[in-house]
Each structure stands twice: as structure tokens, then as C-alpha cells.
Nanobody, 121 residues
Framework: VQLQASGGGLVQTGGSLRLSCGAS????????VGWYRQAPGKEREGVSC?????????DAAAVRGRFTISRDNAKNTVVYLEMNSLKPEDTAVYHC??????????????WGQGTQVTVSS
């Protein structure tokens, strides 16, 4: 049972990337899935989350209107983070986490290894 983030890379300012959070050994149907990021020398911050109960989405102000979280309804084991209009300040290691229920929580059942996103100016 594990969670894995993938899809990171190097992109120019204004570019796009799509990250995937894949679950193996379980499905994400009833799970909230959150995306977090951590830049060098900075604390980890929440980016976006989709609820496992009602599909409600919560986005950080810094990414609102640029990033979109979504579930792959055909594959109940994948959640995406579509990132558009990328800025150098989006450079970080991105992690995903999953937990039963809603996004309003203090801990998660699973954390995935991160994927590096680098935005060049």
C-alpha cells in the first residue's frame, strides 16, 4: 500500500505541468487527497485538496485560478494537479497525501514521495 507523486520537471515561467498522485493497494474513492509543497529553506505549505466525502476543493490563495485538482473517475487510484501559468515561486518538491474523509484534518493516512517542480525565469 503506497502513494506516489509523479509528473514534475523543469518548465519555463508561464508553462504548465500535470502532477499525478497514484495509489497502489487501495482506491482513492473515499479519500481526501491533498497536495503540499516545500521549497528550500521554507516550511511545507498546503496547495490544494479535494474532499473524499463531497468533492469539495480547497485551494491556497497563491495558486487559485492557476492550479486545478481533479480525480480520474475512470481510475479511482489517481488524483491530478494541473498547474498552469507557473511562476518561479512555484519551484518546490510537491507531495501528495491521502486520508479518509475531508480535507479539514491534522494528519493523513498516507504520504507519497515527492516530485520536483522547477520553474525557470
Amino acid at each position: 500500500v503506497q502513494l506516489q507523486a509523479s509528473g514534475g520537471g523543469l518548465v519555463q515561467t508561464g508553462g504548465s505541468l500535470r502532477l499525478s498522485c497514484g495509489a497502489s493497494g487501495f482506491t482513492l474513492d473515499d479519500y481526501a487527497v491533498g497536495w503540499y509543497r516545500q521549497a528550500p529553506g521554507k516550511e511545507r505549505e498546503g496547495v490544494s485538496c479535494i474532499s473524499g466525502t463531497d468533492g469539495r476543493i480547497t485551494d491556497a490563495a497563491a495558486v487559485r485560478g492557476r492550479f486545478t485538482i481533479s480525480r480520474d473517475n475512470a481510475k479511482n487510484t489517481v488524483v491530478y494537479l494541473e498547474m498552469n501559468s507557473l511562476k518561479p515561486e512555484d519551484t518546490a518538491v510537491y507531495h501528495c497525501a491521502a486520508g479518509i474523509g475531508t480535507c479539514h484534518r491534522s494528519d493523513w493516512d498516507y504520504w507519497g514521495q515527492g516530485t520536483q517542480v522547477t520553474v525557470s525565469s
